[in-house]
């Protein structure tokens, strides 16, 4: 089994509040939850209006399977007009299979 993780920091460029950067990020955290089998929440930078950051988890036995998954979040991210993706960090956590 494995843990893959994508860390993603985000500027958004109009938003002129806290509350008009929290409706961009809902709606890109429904967005990501509604195309993949992921789990995702703003992890950081919450009290900046331009600044975010996401992450995004899922379980998986395939590790080039959950890096695609993560990659096509990414490039989904980077397609977006209203968000620009300034840094990503992937790491993918191999667990221990025997029993605990």
Do not use: C, N, W, Y
Not at 33 to 44: D, I, K, L, Q, T
Request: avoid cysteine; glycine fraction near 8%; proline fraction near 2%.
């Amino acid at each position: 089994m494995l843990v893959a993780v994508l860390v993603a920091d985000l500027f958004f460029p109009a938003s002129e509040s806290l509350k008009d950067k929290r409706r961009r990020l809902s709606g890109l955290t429904g967005r990501i939850r509604a195309g993949f089998p992921v789990s995702v929440a703003e992890v950081g930078l919450q009290d900046l209006r331009q600044r975010g950051r996401i992450g995004v988890a899922l379980v998986s036995t395939d590790s080039r399977l959950a890096r695609s998954i993560l990659d096509r979040i990414t490039d989904m991210v980077g397609r977006d007009g209203e968000i620009e993706m300034t840094g990503r960090r992937i790491e993918i956590l191999h667990m221990d299979d025997e029993e605990a």
